[in-house]
């Protein structure tokens, strides 16, 4: 379905970005259990919520998955901001867009640096970037940083680790201008669509190596924060997506929410107590928070009735 983004940027930072066409990408499906998937493994590799995964279809998370067994799966999102050409990564809601040519070329979730701490801050920055090389089999020099960690930890410190397969950045890197990032694979993909590096953007093996070939060095690229995107429909229906504040940069992420939708003239066809849910669940998934025609009708007729009284 073909939406329009109503809402692109809500914090100071990201002032310069303006809302442009997009669309609802993803939706309803089915997957297919693979040997060796555990319900956390498929969240990573669709980018889903695993616990949301686990209700939709009345699992039991103790018990291991079938082979072959079916799920129902909800892959929907907004796209959170079109370019012409680049990379797009929302820290909210785990995922890389990258487009060419103004459409959409690939879609997949990443993971991403961990929650704020107060004796480290491991968060993924935010701001533009550039692809500035692409490395096959790389190296991993150890920043330093991470190194007096795996001293504090009492952990063998590591200043460079040789390709292969105990090499964190797996066997694909994209060397971004962001200083110490890196968009690279990952060897322990159950990490991905988490919050759970040290700042780089991990990458499943399986998108990554396609992903790896397809883009160039000096591509663009964008890390924007949007945990709230609001879309209107071609038939007139709002739909709502939140995630977590996870790097705690909203005061009142229900605010945000009420003067985005506030901003677009959409209030008077949204209904409140629906945006209050999908705030609360904070599930990821774009939800239709439209007013009910039966409640359309309601309101008009106790306008008309306050006229009367008048």
């Given at each position: 379905?073909?939406?329009?983004?109503?809402?692109?940027?809500?914090?100071?930072?990201?002032?310069?970005?303006?809302?442009?066409?997009?669309?609802?990408?993803?939706?309803?499906?089915?997957?297919?259990?693979?040997?060796?998937?555990?319900?956390?493994?498929?969240?990573?590799?669709?980018?889903?919520n695993w616990k949301q995964i686990v209700r939709e279809?009345?699992?039991?998370?103790?018990?291991?998955?079938?082979?072959?067994?079916?799920?129902?799966?909800?892959?929907r999102r907004i796209v959170p901001l079109v370019v012409?050409?680049?990379?797009?990564?929302?820290?909210?809601?785990?995922?890389?867009?990258?487009?060419?040519?103004?459409?959409?070329?690939?879609?997949?979730?990443?993971?991403?640096?961990?929650?704020?701490?107060?004796?480290?801050?491991?968060?993924?920055?935010l701001g533009k970037f550039t692809v500035l090389r692409?490395?096959?089999?790389?190296?991993?020099?150890?920043?330093?940083?991470?190194?007096?960690?795996?001293?504090?930890?009492?952990?063998?410190?590591?200043?460079?680790?040789?390709?292969?397969?105990?090499?964190?950045?797996?066997?694909?890197?994209?060397?971004?201008?962001?200083?110490?990032?890196?968009?690279?694979?990952?060897?322990?993909?159950?990490?991905?669509?988490?919050?759970?590096?040290?700042?780089?953007?991990?990458?499943?093996?399986?998108?990554?190596?396609?992903?790896?070939?397809?883009?160039?060095?000096?591509?663009?690229?964008?890390?924007?924060?949007?945990?709230?995107?609001?879309?209107?429909?071609?038939?007139?229906?709002?739909?709502?997506?939140?995630?977590?504040?996870?790097?705690?940069?909203?005061?009142?992420?229900?605010?945000?929410?009420?003067?985005?939708?506030?901003?677009?003239?959409?209030?008077?066809?949204?209904?409140?107590?629906?945006?209050?849910?999908?705030?609360?669940?904070?599930?990821?998934?774009?939800?239709?928070?439209?007013?009910?025609?039966?409640?359309?009708?309601?309101?008009?007729?106790?306008?008309?009735?306050?006229?009367?009284?008048?």
């Amino acid at each position: 379905m073909k939406m329009f983004l109503l809402a692109a940027a809500v914090f100071f930072f990201l002032s310069s970005q303006s809302p442009q066409a997009s669309m609802l990408v993803g939706g309803e499906s089915v997957y297919t259990v693979r040997k060796g998937d555990t319900v956390e493994l498929i969240g990573a590799r669709l980018g889903v919520n695993w616990k949301q995964i686990v209700r939709e279809n009345r699992l039991d998370p103790q018990k291991p998955l079938k082979k072959g067994t079916t799920l129902r799966v909800n892959t929907r999102r907004i796209v959170p901001l079109v370019v012409e050409d680049g990379i797009i990564i929302n820290i909210p809601d785990r995922t890389l867009y990258y487009f060419k040519a103004g459409q959409i070329d690939t879609i997949f979730p990443v993971a991403l640096g961990m929650v704020p701490r107060k004796d480290a801050d491991w968060t993924t920055p935010l701001g533009k970037f550039t692809v500035l090389r692409k490395e096959k089999n790389p190296a991993w020099y150890v920043p330093k940083s991470i190194q007096s960690e795996m001293e504090a930890e009492g952990k063998p410190v590591e200043t460079v680790v040789p390709p292969g397969p105990d090499n964190p950045l797996g066997r694909y890197a994209l060397k971004t201008s962001l200083a110490g990032i890196l968009i690279h694979e990952t060897i322990r993909p159950q990490s991905v669509y988490h919050f759970r590096s040290h700042g780089c953007i991990r990458v499943m093996p399986e998108h990554m190596e396609k992903f790896f070939d397809r883009v160039a060095v000096n591509t663009p690229g964008e890390l924007v924060y949007l945990p709230v995107k609001v879309a209107l429909s071609d038939d007139g229906r709002v739909f709502l997506e939140a995630h977590g504040d996870f790097y705690k940069k909203i005061k009142d992420l229900r605010a945000a929410a009420k003067a985005v939708i506030e901003a677009q003239g959409l209030s008077g066809i949204v209904d409140w107590e629906k945006v209050e849910k999908v705030l609360k669940d904070r599930d990821g998934i774009p939800r239709d928070v439209t007013i009910t025609q039966e409640m359309t009708y309601q309101a008009r007729r106790d306008t008309r009735g306050q006229r009367r009284t008048d």
